[in-house]
């Protein structure tokens, strides 16, 4: 059978899978609750999990943080011929997009990254946190040199007191990135980091798993092997 000339119903509405929490504002997005986010989540918080299987299920939470991370960035529509010389009505992301890790641990996201956008830049950034005094320092920072014209994707697994994510989102304000361009992928957060952020940049827009007031802190150790 062949395909039948159909135009897309223009009250169908391309909705994320992730919520809202009231108590933060839109500012923040959580991915929709399933059974399948919450084993994923036990397992990387289970002690007794292997590096094998602890690398192998983050990747899995990754993939999910980033193709709903893809779905915050804007699109235009668009008309494509199929094989059959029928047109398709549908979507294609802006041009302009780009990735940031912070190091180390936010390098665990890239490959789940590229897994989706195969030619997108990623440019990085590394904090070091000061364990006595928790305070946040950048040492190194390299971006695409346009990355002030780009919607940016920071990349960042774990946002427990906010301190390392402010300083990276300030590196990118100093480089021009606008905060409603910084889209933070973030696969645990806590209520006081997403605060923390939220009070100092209150444009920006985070995504994440879960909120939590307790995190995996051992991710980054685990998934390189560093444990």
Do not use: W
Not at 95 to 111: F, L
Not at 146 to 161: E, F, G, Q, W
Not at 169 to 181: E, P, S, T, Y
């Amino acid at each position: 059978m062949g395909e039948k000339m159909t135009e897309t119903d223009k009250s169908v509405q391309y909705g994320s899978n992730s919520i809202e929490k009231p108590e933060f504002g839109p500012r923040l997005k959580i991915l929709r609750p399933n059974d399948q986010i919450r084993e994923l989540q036990t397992i990387i918080r289970d002690k007794s999990t292997s590096r094998g299987d602890f690398v192998f299920y983050a990747n899995r939470l990754i993939r999910c943080v980033v193709e709903e991370g893809l779905n915050q960035l804007p699109y235009n529509e668009c008309e494509v011929t199929t094989p059959t010389g029928y047109t398709y009505k549908g979507v294609d992301f802006e041009q302009g997009n780009c990735g940031v890790s912070i190091m180390r641990s936010g390098e665990a996201m890239e490959h789940g990254l590229r897994n989706c956008c195969r030619s997108i830049r990623i440019g990085k950034i590394l904090v070091k946190s000061d364990e006595e005094t928790n305070s946040a320092k950048v040492y190194y920072a390299k971006f695409p040199p346009d990355v002030d014209k780009r919607k940016v994707l920071l990349m960042y697994p774990n946002l427990s007191s906010g301190n390392t994510v402010i300083q990276a989102v300030q590196v990118l304000r100093d480089h021009g990135v606008q905060d409603n361009k910084i889209i933070l992928l973030t696969l645990f957060c806590t209520p006081h980091g997403v605060r923390s952020v939220l009070n100092k940049y209150s444009r920006i827009t985070i995504l994440s798993s879960e909120i939590n007031p307790v995190t995996p802190n051992h991710f980054g150790q685990k998934y390189f092997g560093t444990d």
